[in-house]
């Protein structure tokens, strides 16, 4: 049974019920003759009906007009700038609030598209040009064949650190992927060891640019291993890039803190956690690193937090849920 039936049978009801009632007492009071009383009460019966459709027309209109709102932003071919149209007159209080809940969510809908055709761009353009770049090293070391053992351990170099930013840059992807797809597979983690284990990978980088890494502190965590390495490994590239002498991981009960001695964070982190966000914090990057890092830590309940380093640069903070 429709909505509109079940609204117009309550309203008859209502309307005929009382009606039914007192006709039969006066009818069992004067013991009249019972044909005219029943060709009265399916009179009533039929003006009853005939109220509770009416009004039950009046009270679903306004509902009616925003399905039809609805009907015709699905009939539209594309889906940025989508809004309600205004309706015909004043709606009542709890349909205003709907179209209101729907106007929010029309609101958020195109966001998430606009932000969606922001990050396939960004994601074409910085796994494009270090592809390139190797493509072309790859081709001139294919035709340099006077190019010396120095120039040719050059270009390598330079093809390695380009794969290697694609690689960095599928290695979020995929983090984020996972994310998406579950929540995280919690186990109880020795932090110290693991920052042990991924310092050993940036020791080689480290070394390169004379910068000094180590691990101070210890403590435990709950989290998702993997997930947690690519937190720290993008918290630590991010202070190896701009460390001017030296790079630290503290470890605590539960949280995890990477600081280095350069020039700090110059946007507030909250913006530079946006991917995809070119500015002064982003060059050479596609911002993602800092926005996987903060996205694992809120995933475990977490946060990603800046504060004062002790070594006069930026201190990036993982912090995770006690217990």
């Known amino acids: 049974m429709s909505l509109r039936a079940r609204l117009a049978l309550v309203i008859g009801l209502l309307a005929f019920l009382p009606n039914l009632v007192l006709a039969l007492t006066l009818g069992l009071l004067g013991e009249g003759p019972w044909l005219p009383l029943l060709l009265w009460l399916a009179f009533l019966a039929l003006v009853s009906a005939g109220v509770g459709y009416f009004l039950a027309q009046g009270l679903l209109r306004p509902l009616e007009e925003l399905t039809r709102a609805l009907a015709y932003l699905s009939l539209k071919g594309e889906l940025k700038g989508l809004h309600l149209p205004a309706p015909k007159e004043p709606p009542p209080g709890e349909i205003a609030l709907l179209r209101a809940r729907f106007t929010e969510l029309l609101e958020r809908l ?21 592809l390139i770049s190797a493509i072309r090293a790859l081709e001139y070391l294919e035709k340099a064949d006077d190019l010396g053992k120095e120039g040719r351990l050059a270009l390598l170099g330079n093809l390695k650190e380009e794969l290697s930013r694609a690689y960095r840059l599928v290695e979020n992807l995929l983090a984020l992927s996972r994310l998406e797809a579950r929540p995280p597979q919690k186990e109880t983690l020795n932090l110290r060891a693991l920052a042990e284990d991924l310092l050993l990978r940036y020791q080689e980088e480290a070394q390169k640019r004379g910068l000094r890494l180590n691990v101070d502190g210890a403590g435990l965590g709950r989290g998702e291993r993997l997930l947690l390495e690519r937190a720290l490994a993008n918290l630590l590239e991010n202070a190896l890039r701009h460390a001017k002498t030296r790079v630290q991981v503290r470890v605590g009960e539960n949280t995890l803190a990477v600081e280095d001695d350069g020039p700090g964070l110059p946007l507030p982190l909250e913006v530079l956690a946006k991917p995809f966000r070119q500015g002064p ?5 596609s911002g993602l690193g800092l926005y996987t890092a903060q996205r694992v830590a809120e995933a475990h309940g ?12 930026a201190c990036l903070r993982l912090e995770l849920p006690k217990g």
């Open 110 to 130: 195109s966001e998430l598209l606009e932000a969606r055709e922001a990050f396939y761009a960004a994601l074409a353009h910085d796994l494009k040009t270090p």
């Open 281 to 285: 914090g982003h060059r050479g990057s």
């Open 302 to 313: 977490g946060r990603l937090k800046a504060e004062r380093s002790g070594l006069g640069g």
